[in-house]
């Protein structure tokens, strides 16, 4: 398989399908960006940071519609109610109709609030993702959640909206920081840990051409995800049941974010934290061994993961973990592992279980 020639994957969801392009350069290709952008109304939205790196390519691209470019501000902090606005702004000032597209091109910030926007705009237009960072190529621009973020948790305003393609260029990863690199490998080792244990086992042997932008390995990396997602997203659109298993990290992630302040820690990287202490938590109920726990932490260190904690204490811990969407009639809802490559998505634990995983890790000075 090679990074450079594009891979188109399909995900199954009735008239609401769509189709997940991989590839390097796709930006570059008028015919996939025209072949899936077929409105002639086009906001293309972006933040201050992609936006100079590649809207004009994106842009020349669409050359012949009538197209306008909004740049939001960068960082998870601006994922607000408020600059949502500036996004329905745009819209009704460039007088869009219900046939215009929404083009996100950006990460997951940029991606879940221009998705939000166009499933809100006249009650739904259609929108397009173009994710620019490894952890909205493998998770965020994929499946249709979005949403902005409320001082009392992350996400806890949004809507489903499938987008109509998902245009992911490995491209343009080369730009990325190499710390939100590291954060989108975490989302990568979720789908090995939750689903498939080949998957998980091939990271293993890979985490270095990863980490060294090798396409190849990106493009592999990128397609098995998109994969398992599409598969688990098609039976499962609106998480009734095992779409949770995506949330391997999660629910821990989301009270490490709240409790620094959106943007201290990237969502990547709680999540990585999440998954070690899912799979601590899974082993003090007898799923896992030790040694699969220190299987799940050697990995973490070895793609420049964190595997410590802030010291928020486990009752501020817990307080904000309560807050999640996951919470289901009072029980935090939690997915644990029952073995390194499937996981299960339950409230079904002791209290005090969690209870230890969580003072063994939040109450230790980071
Ligand atoms: P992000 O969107 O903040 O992007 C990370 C940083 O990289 C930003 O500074 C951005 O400007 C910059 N950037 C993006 N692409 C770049 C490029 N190619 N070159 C240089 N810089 C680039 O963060 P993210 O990790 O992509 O997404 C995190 C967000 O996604 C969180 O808000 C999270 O809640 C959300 N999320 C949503 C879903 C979902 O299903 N909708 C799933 C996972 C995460
Ligand atoms: N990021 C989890 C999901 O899309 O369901």
Redesign the pocket.
């Known amino acids: 398989m090679t990074g450079r020639a594009p891979q188109t994957l399909q995900i199954n969801l009735g008239d609401r399908s769509y189709p997940i392009v991989i590839g390097a350069g796709l930006l570059d290709d008028a015919d996939v960006v025209t072949g899936h952008v077929t409105a002639r109304d086009v906001l293309v939205v972006t933040?201050?940071?992609?936006g100079p790196?590649?809207a004009a390519r994106l842009l020349a691209g669409l050359a012949g519609k009538r197209v306008r470019t909004l740049e939001l501000p960068?960082?998870?902090q601006y994922?607000t109610l408020a600059v949502l606005e500036r996004v329905f702004d745009a819209l009704i000032e460039a007088r869009l109709n219900r046939d215009a597209c929404v083009v996100a091109l950006?990460?997951?910030?940029?991606?879940?609030m221009a998705?939000f926007a166009a499933a809100c705009y006249q009650r739904g237009v259609d929108f397009v993702q173009v994710?620019?960072?490894?952890?909205?190529q493998v998770?965020?621009?994929?499946?249709?959640?979005?949403?902005v973020?409320h001082p009392g948790g992350?996400?806890l305003i949004?809507a489903f909206h499938q987008p109509r393609a998902v245009l992911s260029d490995l491209g343009?990863?080369?730009?990325?920081?190499p710390r939100?690199l590291r954060?989108?490998l975490a989302?990568v080792i979720k789908y090995g840990l939750v689903d498939a244990a080949d998957f998980l086992a091939w990271i293993e042997a890979n985490v270095e051409p990863l980490l060294a932008l090798d396409m190849d390995a990106l493009a592999y990396a990128v397609r098995r995800s998109c994969e398992i997602k599409a598969r688990i997203v098609a039976a499962d659109e609106r998480e009734h049941g095992q779409r949770a298993l995506?949330n391997l990290g999660h629910t821990f992630g989301h009270a490490i974010?709240t409790a620094a302040g959106y943007g201290e820690w990237?969502?990547?990287e709680a999540?990585a934290l999440g998954m070690l202490l899912a799979a601590d938590l899974s082993q003090r109920l007898g799923y896992i061994g030790t040694t699969d726990v220190a299987r799940v932490r050697e990995l973490l260190r070895r793609a420049e993961l964190p595997t410590t904690a802030p010291a928020i204490g486990a009752a501020l811990a817990l307080d904000l973990m309560g807050m999640d969407k996951k919470v289901l009639q009072g029980r935090i809802r939690l997915v644990l592992l029952r073995q390194l490559g499937a996981g299960i998505v339950t409230g079904d634990y002791p209290a005090e279980a969690l209870q230890a995983t969580l003072r063994s890790h939040f109450e230790v000075a980071a």
């Open positions: 933040n201050e940071t992609v790196l590649y960068d960082g998870e994922k950006g990460g997951g910030v940029v991606g879940d998705g994710p620019t960072t490894l952890l909205a998770d965020s621009a994929v499946g249709g959640k979005t949403g973020n992350k996400n949004g343009t990863l080369r730009t990325l920081p939100e954060a989108g989302e995506l974010e990237l969502h990547g999540v």
